[in-house]
């Protein structure tokens, strides 16, 4: 510690050690312990963590607070912003108090660009990919194609149709091809018909809407309460479902690869819209209507609001 250089401390994956019960806060603990005030003021800490996994406010007021800084300022980066500027960005000290020296910095990836789904939808093999490009564009479909994946779908989606169509076209096409498809590090056990899948994800869409909850987790975790802080258990809501048909499900495409025990639909826009298809398979099986506004809507201080967002 002795000497004047920055110092540089990485903390690797958070949303690893949530999963370990407060370990991220234990390691903390022991940097707080570790630093004086003085090396404090020249270090360099950083800290990486799945983008699902990060809670805005409470992830960094608990970095604040275990390392005494709860007033410094907060930077949020732009999302124009390219993660390897991360080093410029960080201020050295210019100030003997410590909330104007010491700055939580928040930085992530940015979305594909214009040019980089340009180039990855050639290397997919769109040949015409400028009309490609023109489609995204007329049809507002940019948040579509943020990530490598979804430009592989599209890309996919225009050379079987030469167009991109309309946006539930686009969705249903996405839906019931990665229903088809299954995680070759989860084998699928038995056969499901593609009614009953789709009603399984929508109930579990549905599900973690309504439980304010991002992942689902899997059976050897059913029973883990940590996994469970942010997961649901599809056993509660599937519940006329069995254990092999549960599991089969969720080795489907449609969720991303399993991080800790859990499984996470692969696009907000696919939870979306089978949410939206949740609500009208119970219109068509004549709910009551005031069944469903229960469920989706509530009252406070005499004004009605939706009750889950």
């Known amino acids: 510690m002795g000497g004047d250089s920055p110092g540089y401390f990485f903390l690797d994956s958070i949303d690893e050690a949530k999963l370990r019960e407060k370990s991220f806060e234990t390691a903390l603990r022991h940097l707080e312990k570790s630093l004086t005030t003085r090396n404090m003021l020249r270090s360099k800490i950083i800290v990486s963590c799945r983008v699902s996994d990060w809670r805005f406010r409470f992830d960094k007021e608990t970095f604040e607070k275990f390392i005494s800084i709860e007033k410094t300022k907060s930077i949020t980066r732009d999302d124009n912003q390219n993660l390897s500027q991360i080093d410029k960005n960080i201020s050295e000290p210019t100030s003997t108090s410590q909330t104007d020296q010491l700055k939580v910095n928040i930085f992530s990836i940015s979305p594909l660009d214009k040019n980089q789904v340009k180039i990855l939808a050639e290397f997919y093999g769109v040949e015409n990919y400028k009309e490609f490009i023109s489609a995204i564009d007329e049809n507002d479909y940019w948040h579509l194609s943020e990530r490598p994946q979804d430009v592989e779908w599209l890309s996919s989606y225009w050379k079987s149709n030469n167009k991109l169509g309309r946006y539930a076209e686009l969705i249903e096409n996405n839906i019931d091809k990665k229903l088809e498809e299954v995680n070759v590090n989860r084998p699928r056990i038995g056969e499901m018909t593609k009614d009953k899948l789709r009603e399984g994800v929508e ?64 696009h907000r826009a696919v939870i979306e819209y089978l949410i939206a298809l949740w609500i009208k398979r119970l219109i068509d099986n004549k709910c009551p209507q005031h069944q469903i506004n229960n469920i989706l809507f509530g009252t406070t201080f005499g004004f009605e609001e939706i009750k889950h967002s």
């Not at 599937?238 to 859990?262: Q, S």
């Open 203 to 266: 109930i579990l869409a549905t599900a973690i809407t309504l439980s304010k909850k991002s992942f689902i987790s899997l059976p050897d975790d059913y029973k883990n309460k940590t996994v469970l802080l942010d997961s649901i258990n599809p056993e509660e809501v599937l519940f006329d479902w069995t254990p092999n048909d549960i599991e089969n499900l969720l080795r489907r495409g449609i969720f991303d690869e399993a991080t800790y025990g859990r499984v996470k639909f692969h």
